[in-house]
């Protein structure tokens, strides 16, 4: 019997790269229709939050961001993924991030990488050496890649020095900034500052931050982003997303770190650039972003089977992670593929190769976001925190305002 | 006040005039303004003389329509003609809607009148976040999910515009009214052929209301229209805001654009605002 | 008219649309959401905790920081936006020489919806944006608009205000047009200056419209964290971090409802009792001769 | 066209008694004048007969019918408001037209009637205009345009002239009682103008305080006033009233005036030291006349034709002395005057009661 | 106070002119009353003389100083209005002490010269109210008062009694009347009252489409006017015109009145043919009188004291006769009546000019 299947997407290219799915499927599955309803990605949180809460059965598959999957499952929005799908072909720190509790409760559509992009000509002009990286013209194979992440990546000390001297300023307005991140103040763009020298966000259990987020690690993070607005203003304040894409692609930007989801758009400037590994501290270990879309069932759906099968074609198949690859190029989670990116000769040049660092970074150093069930909560306490340090806060306080924040807003959730 | 023809004297004066009046609409417009010029360029040189700024901010340079040509083959014409039914349908049963409830709490004593009346004005008290999802189930139960009733009907009601109607309709001398009873004109026909000509400035004011509403609505509209088939204009301009890029350029012509219908037809209608009718027929 | 013979089933007729759809889609909803904050989410089930979570409220200092700012925030936003929309609007009446140009340039901002009002301001106010271009070319030096502590929360009074004020206007013309001219005349000759015939005559003459627009414009203003939202989060070091924006925070990013319903029923509660002053204050001794 | 009669019309607003059972005919036809002091409930019992307020008590009757707690609509009475209510965005023909219209009559007859009432008033040239683009007098026509072409049994008119200039006034007087000798319609007319009601009246109906003093033509109450309120409040300028005496022998005399006699037939009782009030017309004071009076004038208006001496102004009774052709008669003056006992009227001055 | 001047005062506005070139000079505490048909600039020019409407050519003068280019508060002049313009939402008390409060008067003071001028205007007991609780002539007093006690040198009325029932009009005309004599203020006055115009005025100027036709004392414009248009101005009820032809005589006669001879010594020079018209006004008219008319009654208006008698109603040329004591006088009533030719006025009925 025909039926349909409704799935929340995020509106762009992701809604296209999951109809490139969806037509796949049908081709094999007619009696199956799957609607995808697309919501801008600013509001796709709140309306998730407010449909899946509101139990509502016009939704079958559910677009799920890695760190809210405890927020919805611990709340019983999703229902548990069928055992029977096998989650052996993935990469498992992806598949152990989609559990809660020890029970699946979503598999992950695709992975992330960041990576830093410089721009060559204002490290030329500024008379110093841009860091090893990939470039265009450029090929490199898997093992060039692994050789270039493991010795060659440069420190977050090695950015500050290079940034200062990048970094122009005009009769006290900056025409040219040194570095910025592209997600100011996120937590899963700065998870790894702090994780790099040596402490998680938060402790095991998910609910304390004390001793974590304003440990001595975390501290000295926190002063490095502090510094990088305050003492040596190298970074332009209050970015909104995209925009440090936008500064860069008008050459007013020398380095950021960013998504490897920026090459088209980069690509398409004239902007000569480069890009390198995602840095570290100096001293400490070499800690990578990661963590992307996953897929779970709303646990109201009356169709459960068939969007078991779907969510495991989406992300367990051949065709449907090949079909969400070609059409989106995310890094995936899906290790036949991750192998063909290593070895297809057509990821040897620039930017394809870009993904042969974001290969190694998920299999060698990216570290997931903490599981917890408060990390809105988290993420929200975190972000108000680096936003303040970056606008002149004490660092001190920030932090203990932070830790103070979720622990009393993640003990509601933990009672 | 009177008008008062220039004077040698008076140039001065006059021109400080207009000197305070282009400062204040200065203000006003310089926005508009970026966004107009902003809407020109390409997207990759929007922010080319805004960090930091000069003045070459404020001409579209390089210049382009691209923008324009690309929004509207991204079927925004169709978005605008979908919101500009949406906010027409809510502000015309909102007028009849809530100036029948204005008029009837202004013209008639009855039990309970003082009760009902707060309840509608606190009605507008409460913030639409708080009740979205109560509000949403409801919808849901009415099975309006992807019907543009559920983007009208809720929105009709609106305490506040009762609540105009009720202060304004109060003004109008009774004496309109009384006449018009012996002479054996309907109740209808009081509040549409005396009470609403006398009152067209609250009329457009809370025609406005209804209309903006609408016009900027965009939490509602995205619950209430899972499948995304009948798109509204804030729900459209939001998808400019990716998740990895904006589209910057085309974001500001649509907002170019949506700045300007309201305006543009809210100036025939102008007038109405610069000469009142009130007790124009009362009195010798 | 005073009839003792009223009409019921004509004023039945006029008010029901309206009732209904207050009730069904206001009213209903609300009570629903109230209930809310009597329930909390505990593992997936809905547990009833009674007052629980409005008393944990009294202990929650973020709670009562955010009091502070969502009171300092109205206290400055309404008498300035309603002060700047009475001025707007008696420019917007003068009559001379090519003011038509002026009054429509005057509601330009009507049309600018909120979000995108937003974002053209916050690249406006950025640290090397336009505004700090244009006061630098008075000599004054580049602020950090959005971005500091001591500016964040009268930058967004300011944005709400370049938003708002346009639309308070409209209403508050529709007012002025009933103060009879000879009024003025009459204080012309009495030798009564321009700012004095302002503060006795025409304020204490607009006074039903005002109530209107003083009472719309503090529940939106009561309300309002859109603009926060989407510029501050509340911050700097939460000083921008007004009550609304705390509930939404609480329901929305971290599934809070009860806590979010609990803080929305103080704020609407409070709310009301300004409202209901405000009622007392201005209306009743309602007086046009 | 039908008579109207009130029984025992009652009307409290709230607590307060407004009007105190009034009992009245009006006939077909009639042209009946309400007069009193301001407040004394005149617009409160045209209203209750109009509809527009309710009544506590008593019953209105419209020809044969009960029409007390019908709906306005229904009771084929017209009214003019004092304030003309005119509809402000409205042309005159939509004013005058927008009662048969709304009640369905067919366009082109409404088109008739109101062309009809328009040339009966001199509206035609008008007809295009808005209110504001007309004169008081002007707007005034339409307003009884708007009663008139309603052909009501009843019209009423509350103060409708009372915001017309003096010329106006006149001329509008004139043209009211041409449409009431057409119409032949009954009309009940509230003015506080005794020319207005002297010569439209054909009864006059003088209230004080929600009840009626005296009812009758305009010459009955002119010549034959009930008691000291309807004699004061009948007549312009007012009558002057003259503090008496009777003495021990019976005699009526003025003290204020050298104890002039003023000789009265009287066949009421005799009460000594009674307050008694002499009642004497401005017009009816003049040279040569039997009761003969000796005063200083305060103040004079000249009028052209007329002259008005004012005597004692600011003292308790105050004269006011009409005059033809007295051009030298000025500030100071000592005029001889005097009155006729037969045009005098005698009151009681604690009770108000004619005294005969 | 002080005398006031205007030379060649012209006011357009925009392209029209209202005002064309009035030269006028008023004396110190001298009562002018301007009158004129509606439309003629009467407002327009007592603005001018306020400042509250620009001059567009020409000088005003109070006493020695030229004002034309002065704001209003600076000229020492207060004005009363048609239609009161009372602050509304101020007490009484605040009404009248407003402007002297503006303008720095201790507290104190104020409260001396308000309580002074209430006094004055028998308004102590009103103080607290609110305008709207007043009656009519308790606003107009209240506007009188707030133009009190700024103690200006010229006082400005704008038809200040219009608004008020006859009876109120008679006092407070009364009590204006007091007011100049008491404070011997220059006083301008516009009003379309007959009666004001009269009694009030030391000079009464007519206007006529922004021009002054003629301005003098009361009596003087009714004894001796100086046209067609002023004769039909002043007086009420207004003047008869009659149809007069020259014959070839030499003799006035009235063709409408079977060409009975008016005796009129006329200096001007004979044109034969010319149309006349032969002005006599309604008290004029009597029995016995030289020029002898009989005429038939259309319709007597009956005041009491006073009857008018209308004649050829709708007629080009109607007449009213005013008849004391006529009771008996009804409509179709021939009546036997006449005028004085020594009363009567000749005018051109071309030009309007009047003939000697
Ligand atoms: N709706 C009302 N509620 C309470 N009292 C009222 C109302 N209408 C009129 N009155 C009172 O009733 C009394 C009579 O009022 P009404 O208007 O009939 O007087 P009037 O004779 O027409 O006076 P005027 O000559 O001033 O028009 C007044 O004392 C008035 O205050
Ligand atoms: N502000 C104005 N703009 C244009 N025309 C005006 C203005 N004010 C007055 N007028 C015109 O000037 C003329 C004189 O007006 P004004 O008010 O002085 O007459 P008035 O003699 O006072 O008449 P009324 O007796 O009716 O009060 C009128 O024709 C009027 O239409
Ligand atoms: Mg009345
Ligand atoms: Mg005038």
Same mark, same amino acid.
């Given at each position: 019997?025909d039926?349909?299947?409704?799935?929340?997407? +995020?509106?762009?290219?992701?809604?296209?790269?999951?109809?490139a799915v969806?037509?796949a499927?049908?081709?094999?599955?007619?009696?199956?229709?799957?609607?995808?309803?697309s919501y801008?990605?600013?509001?796709?949180?709140?309306?998730?939050?407010?449909?899946?809460?509101?139990?509502?059965?016009? +939704?079958?598959?559910?677009?799920?961001?890695?760190?809210?999957?405890?927020?919805?499952?611990?709340?019983g929005?999703?229902?548990?993924?069928?055992?029977?799908?096998?989650?052996?072909?993935?990469?498992?720190?992806?598949?152990?991030? =989609?559990?809660?509790?020890?029970?699946?409760?979503?598999?992950?559509?695709?992975?992330?990488?960041?990576?830093?992009?410089?721009?060559?000509a204002?490290?030329?002009?500024?008379?110093?050496?841009?860091?090893?990286?990939?470039?265009?013209?450029?090929?490199?194979?898997?093992?060039?890649?692994?050789?270039?992440?493991?010795s @060659?990546?440069?420190?977050?000390?090695?950015?500050?020095?290079?940034?200062?001297?990048? %970094?122009?300023?005009?009769?006290?307005?900056?025409?040219?900034?040194?570095?910025?991140?592209?997600?100011?103040? @996120?937590?899963y763009?700065?998870?790894?500052?702090? @994780?790099?020298?040596?402490?998680?966000?938060? =402790?095991?259990?998910?609910? %304390?931050?004390?001793?974590y987020?304003?440990?001595?690690?975390?501290?000295?993070?926190?002063?490095?982003w502090?510094?990088?607005?305050?003492?040596?203003?190298?970074?332009p304040?209050?970015?909104?997303?995209?925009?440090?894409?936008?500064l860069?692609?008008?050459?007013?930007?020398?380095?950021?770190? =960013?998504?490897?989801?920026?090459l088209?758009?980069?690509?398409?400037?004239?902007?000569?650039?480069?890009?390198?590994?995602?840095p570290?501290?100096?001293? =400490?270990?070499?800690? %990578?972003?990661?963590?992307?879309?996953?897929?779970?069932?709303?646990?109201?759906?009356?169709?459960?089977?068939?969007?078991?099968?779907?969510?495991?074609?989406?992300?367990?198949?051949?065709?449907?992670?090949?079909?969400?690859?070609?059409?989106?190029?995310?890094?995936?989670?899906?290790?036949?593929?991750?192998?063909?990116?290593?070895?297809?000769?057509?990821?040897?040049?620039?930017?394809?190769?870009?993904?042969?660092?974001?290969?190694?970074?998920?299999?060698?150093?990216?570290?997931?976001?903490?599981?917890?069930?408060?990390?809105?909560?988290?993420?929200?306490?975190?972000r108000?925190?680096f936003?303040?340090?970056?606008?002149?806060?004490?660092?001190?306080?920030?932090?203990?305002?932070?830790?103070?924040?979720? @622990?009393?807003?993640?003990?509601?959730?933990?009672? | 006040?009177?008008?008062?023809?220039?004077?040698?004297?008076?140039v001065?004066?006059?021109?400080?005039?207009?000197?305070?009046?282009?400062?204040?609409?200065?203000?006003?417009v310089?926005?508009?303004?970026?966004?107009?010029?902003?809407?020109?360029?390409?997207?990759?040189?929007?922010?080319?003389?805004?960090?930091?700024?000069?003045?070459?901010?404020?001409?579209?340079?390089?210049?382009?329509?691209?923008?324009?040509t690309?929004?509207?083959?991204?079927g925004?014409?169709?978005?605008?003609?979908?919101?500009?039914?949406?906010?027409?349908?809510?502000?015309?049963?909102?007028?009849?809607?809530?100036?029948?409830?204005?008029?009837?709490?202004?013209?008639?004593?009855?039990?309970?009148?003082?009760?009902?009346?707060?309840?509608?004005?606190?009605?507008?008290?409460?913030?639409?976040?708080?009740?979205?999802?109560?509000l949403?189930?409801?919808?849901?139960?009415?099975g309006?999910?992807d019907?543009?009733?559920?983007?009208?009907?809720?929105?009709?009601?609106?305490?506040?515009?009762?609540?105009?109607?009720?202060q304004?309709?109060?003004?109008?001398?009774?004496?309109?009214?009384?006449?018009?009873?012996?002479d054996?004109v309907?109740?209808?026909?009081?509040?549409?052929?005396?009470?609403?000509?006398?009152?067209?400035?609250?009329c457009i004011?809370?025609?406005?209301?209804?209309?903006?509403?609408?016009?900027?609505?965009?939490?509602?509209?995205?619950?209430?229209?899972?499948?995304q088939?009948?798109?509204?204009?804030?729900?459209?301009?939001?998808?400019?805001?990716q998740?990895?890029?904006?589209?910057?350029?085309?974001?500001?012509?649509v907002?170019?654009?949506?700045?300007?219908?309201?305006?543009?037809?809210?100036?025939?209608?102008?007038r109405?605002?610069?000469?009142?009718?009130?007790?124009?027929?009362?009195?010798g | 008219?005073?009839?003792?013979?009223?009409?019921?089933?004509?004023?039945?007729a006029?008010?029901?649309?309206?009732?209904?759809?207050?009730?069904?889609?206001?009213l209903?909803?609300?009570?629903?959401?109230?209930?809310?904050?009597?329930?909390?989410?505990?593992?997936?089930?809905?547990v009833?905790?009674g007052?629980?979570?409005?008393?944990?409220?009294?202990?929650?200092?973020?709670?009562?920081?955010?009091?502070?700012?969502?009171?300092?925030?109205?206290?400055?936003?309404?008498?300035i936006?309603?002060?700047?929309?009475?001025?707007?609007?008696?420019?917007?009446?003068?009559?001379?020489?090519?003011?038509?140009l002026?009054?429509?340039?005057?509601?330009?901002?009507?049309?600018?919806?909120?979000?995108?009002?937003?974002?053209?301001w916050?690249?406006?106010?950025t640290?090397?944006?336009?505004?700090?271009?244009?006061?630098?070319?008075?000599?004054?030096?580049?602020?950090?608009?959005l971005?500091?502590?001591?500016?964040?929360?009268?930058?967004?009074?300011?944005?709400?205000?370049?938003?708002?004020?346009?639309?308070?206007?409209?209403?508050?013309?529709?007012?002025?047009?009933?103060?009879?001219?000879?009024?003025?005349?009459?204080?012309?000759?009495d030798?009564?200056?321009?700012?004095?015939?302002?503060?006795?005559?025409?304020?204490?003459?607009?006074?039903?419209?005002?109530?209107?627009?003083?009472?719309?414009?503090?529940?939106?203003n009561?309300?309002?964290?859109?603009?926060?939202?989407?510029l501050t989060?509340?911050?700097?070091?939460?000083?921008?971090?007004?009550?609304?924006?705390e509930a939404?925070?609480?329901g929305?990013?971290?599934?809070?409802?009860?806590?979010?319903?609990?803080?929305?029923?103080?704020?609407?509660?409070?709310?009301?009792?300004?409202?209901?002053?405000?009622?007392?204050?201005?209306?009743?001794?309602?007086?046009?001769? | 066209?039908? #008579?109207?009669?009130?029984?025992?019309?009652?009307? #409290?607003?709230?607590?307060?008694?407004?009007?105190?059972?009034?009992?009245?005919?009006?006939?077909?036809?009639?042209?009946?004048?309400?007069v009193?002091?301001?407040?004394?409930?005149?617009?409160?019992?045209?209203?209750?007969?109009?509809?527009?307020?309710?009544?506590?008590?008593?019953?209105?009757?419209?020809?044969?019918?009960?029409?007390?707690?019908l709906?306005?609509?229904?009771?084929?009475?017209?009214?003019?408001?004092? #304030? $003309?209510?005119?509809?402000?965005?409205?042309?005159?023909r939509?004013?005058?037209?927008?009662?048969?219209?709304?009640?369905?009559?067919?366009r082109?007859?409404?088109?008739?009637?109101?062309?009809?009432?328009?040339?009966?008033?001199?509206?035609?040239?008008?007809?295009?205009?808005?209110?504001?683009?007309l004169?008081?007098g002007?707007r005034q026509?339409?307003?009884?345009?708007?009663?008139?072409?309603?052909?009501?049994?009843?019209?009423?008119?509350?103060?409708?002239?009372?915001?017309?200039?003096?010329?106006?006034?006149?001329?509008?007087?004139? &043209?009211?009682?041409?449409?009431?000798?057409?119409?032949?319609?009954?009309?009940? $007319?509230?003015t506080?103008?005794?020319v207005?009601?002297?010569t439209?009246?054909?009864?006059?109906?003088?209230?004080?305080?929600?009840?009626?003093?005296?009812?009758?033509t305009?010459? #009955?109450?002119y010549?034959?006033?009930?008691?000291?309120f309807?004699?004061g409040?009948?007549g312009?300028p007012?009558?002057?009233?003259?503090?008496? &005496?009777?003495?021990?022998d019976?005699?009526?005399?003025?003290?204020?005036?050298?104890?002039?006699?003023v000789?009265?037939?009287?066949?009421?009782?005799?009460?000594?030291?009674?307050?008694?009030?002499?009642?004497?017309r401005?017009?009816?004071?003049?040279?040569?006349?039997?009761?003969?009076?000796s005063?200083t004038?305060?103040?004079v208006?000249?009028?052209?034709?007329?002259? $008005?001496? $004012?005597?004692?102004?600011?003292?308790?009774?105050p004269?006011?002395? &009409?005059?033809r052709d007295?051009?030298?008669?000025?500030?100071?003056?000592?005029?001889?005057?005097?009155?006729?006992?037969?045009?005098?009227f005698l009151?009681?001055?604690?009770?108000?009661?004619r005294?005969?």
């Open positions: 019997q039926k349909t299947l409704n799935m929340i997407v +995020i509106e762009g290219g992701d809604t296209t790269a999951m109809q969806v037509d499927y049908k081709a094999d599955h007619p009696g199956i229709a799957i609607n995808l309803q801008p990605f600013a509001q796709f949180f709140q309306v998730a939050e407010l449909r899946l809460r509101s139990a509502d059965t016009g +939704i079958d598959l559910v677009y799920v961001d890695a760190p809210l999957l405890a927020s919805y499952a611990s709340r929005f999703l229902s548990p993924i069928d055992p029977a799908i096998s989650t052996g072909e993935l990469v498992p720190a992806a598949v152990q991030a =989609g559990q809660y509790d020890g029970t699946q409760y979503a598999l992950p559509i695709n992975n992330s990488a960041q990576v830093l992009y410089f721009n060559k204002l490290f030329e002009a500024a008379g110093i050496t841009p860091p090893a990286g990939l470039t265009k013209g450029e090929t490199a194979t898997q093992a060039e890649v692994d050789t270039l992440a493991s @060659e990546r440069w420190t977050w000390e090695q950015v500050a020095d290079a940034a200062q001297k990048l %970094t122009v300023k005009d009769n006290g307005r900056t025409t040219t900034y040194g570095f910025t991140v592209e997600q100011f103040g @996120e937590l763009q700065l998870q790894p500052f702090g @994780e790099s020298l040596g402490s998680p966000v938060i =402790g095991p259990d998910g609910y %304390t931050a004390k001793g987020l304003d440990s001595e690690a975390w501290t000295k993070a926190a002063t490095f502090s510094d990088l607005y305050n003492t040596w203003a190298v970074s304040k209050s970015l909104g997303y995209g925009e440090a894409a936008s860069f692609g008008n050459g007013q930007l020398a380095m950021f770190a =960013g998504g490897t989801w920026n088209p758009i980069l690509s398409a400037t004239d902007i000569d650039f480069g890009v390198a590994p995602y570290y501290f100096e001293g =400490g270990s070499v800690v %990578t972003p990661t963590g992307s879309w996953y897929v779970g069932v709303n646990a109201a759906s009356a169709n459960q089977a068939e969007a078991m099968d779907f969510a495991s074609y989406l992300t367990t198949s051949d065709a449907g992670t090949k079909a969400w690859f070609d059409s989106l190029q995310q890094l995936p989670t899906y290790k036949p593929l991750l192998d063909t990116i290593s070895t297809s000769a057509d990821y040897d040049a620039f930017p394809q190769n870009v993904f042969r660092l974001g290969v190694y970074d998920s299999l060698n150093t990216a570290v997931a976001r903490p599981v917890t069930a408060a990390y809105g909560q988290l993420q929200d306490a975190f108000t925190a936003v303040d340090i970056a606008n002149g806060v004490p660092v001190a306080d920030a932090l203990a305002s932070a830790v103070q924040k979720f @622990e009393s807003a993640a003990a509601r959730v933990a009672q | 006040m009177t008008a008062r023809t220039a004077k040698p004297g008076k001065l004066s006059f021109g400080l005039k207009h000197l305070a009046y282009l400062l204040i609409a200065f203000i006003f310089l926005p508009l303004w970026w966004a107009i010029v902003s809407s020109l360029r390409p997207n990759g040189a929007i922010f080319a003389d805004i960090f930091p700024f000069t003045p070459k901010a404020l001409l579209p340079t390089p210049f382009t329509t691209e923008a324009y690309g929004i509207f083959e991204r925004f014409g169709l978005i605008i003609a979908n919101t500009m039914l949406v906010a027409f349908v809510t502000m015309i049963a909102g007028l009849i809607v809530n100036g029948a409830a204005g008029f009837a709490f202004a013209m008639f004593d009855f039990k309970g009148k003082k009760i009902v009346l707060s309840a509608i004005i606190i009605s507008f008290m409460l913030p639409f976040e708080a009740i979205a999802l109560p949403y189930t409801v919808t849901q139960q009415l309006w999910l019907n543009i009733a559920a983007l009208i009907v809720p929105s009709i009601a609106n305490g506040l515009a009762v609540f105009l109607f009720y304004f309709f109060s003004q109008v001398p009774k004496d309109y009214a009384e006449a018009a009873r012996l054996g309907s109740w209808l026909n009081i509040l549409l052929r005396i009470y609403v000509p006398l009152s067209l400035p609250t004011s809370a025609a406005l209301l209804l209309f903006i509403f609408q016009w900027e609505a965009f939490l509602w509209p995205l619950l209430t229209m899972p499948s088939q009948f798109k509204v204009i804030q729900v459209g301009m939001a998808a400019f805001q998740q990895y890029q904006t589209i910057w350029n085309q974001l500001f012509a907002s170019v654009i949506t700045a300007l219908i309201p305006i543009a037809l809210l100036l025939p209608l102008q109405y605002y610069v000469q009142g009718l009130a007790g124009a027929g009362i009195k | 008219m005073s009839r003792s013979r009223t009409p019921v089933l004509l004023i039945a006029l008010l029901a649309p309206a009732i209904i759809g207050l009730v069904v889609f206001r209903y909803p609300v009570a629903l959401a109230v209930s809310d904050s009597f329930f909390n989410m505990v593992r997936g089930q809905q009833f905790v007052l629980d979570n409005y008393l944990s409220l009294l202990a929650d200092q973020t709670f009562w920081k955010s009091m502070q700012v969502t009171f300092w925030f109205n206290l400055l936003i309404n008498p936006q309603i002060a700047l929309a009475l001025g707007l609007a008696l420019l917007y009446v003068q009559n001379f020489k090519g003011v038509t002026y009054r429509v340039l005057f509601l330009i901002p009507i049309g600018v919806s909120l979000p995108t009002a937003v974002i053209i916050r690249i406006m106010l640290q090397d944006g336009l505004v700090n271009g244009l006061i630098g070319i008075a000599g004054v030096p580049a602020q950090p608009w971005t500091s502590e001591s500016l964040a929360l009268y930058s967004i009074i300011a944005i709400a205000t370049w938003k708002g004020i346009s639309y308070w206007m409209i209403f508050i013309i529709g007012g002025l047009q009933t103060i009879s001219p000879e009024i003025y005349d009459a204080a012309r000759i030798g009564v200056k321009a700012w004095q015939r302002l503060i006795f005559i025409t304020i204490p003459l607009l006074r039903p419209t005002l109530l209107f627009v003083l009472v719309a414009d503090v529940s939106i009561f309300l309002l964290f859109a603009p926060i939202f989407m989060q509340g911050g700097p070091a939460d000083s921008t971090n007004v009550l609304m924006y939404y925070k609480s929305f990013i971290f599934g809070d409802m009860g806590r979010a319903m609990a803080i929305i029923v103080v704020v609407v509660a409070i709310l009301l009792v300004i409202v209901a002053a405000q009622f007392r204050l201005l209306s009743g001794r309602e007086a046009r001769s | 066209m039908a #008579s109207l009669t009130l029984s025992d019309v009652r009307k #409290s607003f709230g607590d307060t008694d407004i009007i105190h059972g009034v009992d009245l005919a009006i006939e077909n036809g009639e042209f009946a004048v309400f009193g002091p301001s407040g004394c409930g005149k617009s409160t019992l045209l209203r209750m007969i109009a509809g527009l307020e309710t009544v506590s008590a008593g019953t209105i009757t419209i020809g044969e019918r009960d029409v007390t707690d709906d306005p609509s229904d009771r084929r009475v017209a009214m003019v408001f004092q #304030s $003309y209510a005119l509809y402000p965005h409205m042309s005159v939509d004013n005058i037209g927008f009662g048969l219209r709304m009640n369905g009559v067919p082109a007859e409404v088109d008739r009637k109101v062309a009809d009432a328009a040339a009966a008033l001199h509206l035609t040239e008008l007809l295009d205009r808005k209110p504001k683009q004169s008081g002007q026509r339409v307003a009884i345009g708007r009663a008139i072409v309603r052909q009501p049994e009843i019209f009423l008119f509350d103060e409708p002239l009372s915001n017309l200039d003096a010329e106006l006034r006149v001329q509008m007087r004139l &043209e009211i009682a041409r449409l009431h000798a057409d119409l032949a319609a009954t009309m009940i $007319y509230v506080h103008d005794q207005e009601a002297m439209l009246a054909d009864k006059i109906v003088v209230l004080r305080a929600g009840r009626v003093e005296q009812a009758g305009p010459l #009955s109450l010549d034959d006033p009930a008691n000291l309807v004699a409040f009948i312009s007012r009558m002057n009233f003259l503090r008496a &005496e009777r003495g021990a019976g005699q009526i005399r003025l003290p204020d005036h050298g104890n002039v006699v000789p009265l037939a009287i066949t009421a009782a005799a009460q000594q030291g009674q307050d008694l009030l002499i009642g004497v401005p017009e009816h004071f003049g040279p040569d006349l039997p009761v003969r009076l005063v004038v305060d103040l208006e000249h009028l052209g034709g007329a002259s $008005y001496a $004012y005597i004692g102004s600011g003292s308790a009774h004269l006011t002395i &009409e005059m007295a051009r030298t008669v000025g500030r100071g003056t000592t005029l001889a005057t005097g009155f006729d006992p037969a045009r005098a009151f009681d001055a604690t009770t108000g009661a005294v005969r």
